[in-house]
Nanobody, 120 residues
Framework: QVQLVESGGGLVQAGGSLRLSCAAS????????MGWYRQASGKQRELVAI???????NYADSVKGRFTISRDSAKNTVFLQMNSLKPEDTAVYYC??????????????WGQGTQVTVSS
């Protein structure tokens, strides 16, 4: 089964930067989109940024101008550069890839989550 492995989370002061990475354990083809979501304590999971193969990139209003998503489809890797971090960005961040992998019936793949904590 395909697994997505995330890295790059941690503790940072407000105004700082972090770069999240997410890599698939094996090839995913026919990728429709690669994205990042987050879930703060007591809140629902929300979309942070998405890079669609057909509709370009899209960001949550709260992160526009501060976060940048990039992808390397050939390497099944997606990144999230987070600048000017705020305490309200504190959450568990999950990567997602929508596509297909040989021998795996799923079309949505999720990472295990990485904690981002921004101190004030």
């Amino acid at each position: 089964q395909v697994q997505l492995v995330e890295s790059g989370g941690g503790l940072v002061q407000a105004g700082g930067s972090l770069r999240l990475s997410c890599a698939a354990s094996r090839n995913i083809f026919s990728i429709n989109a690669m994205g990042w979501y987050r879930q703060a304590s007591g809140k629902q999971r929300e979309l942070v940024a998405i890079a669609s193969s057909f509709a370009g990139t899209n960001y949550a209003d709260s992160v526009k101008g501060r976060f940048t998503i990039s992808r390397d489809s050939a390497k099944n890797t997606v990144f999230l550069q987070m600048n000017s971090l705020k305490p309200e960005d504190t959450a568990v961040y999950y990567c997602n890839i929508n596509g297909r992998a040989v021998g795996d019936s799923r079309t949505d793949y999720w990472g295990q989550g990485t904690q981002v904590t921004v101190s004030s």
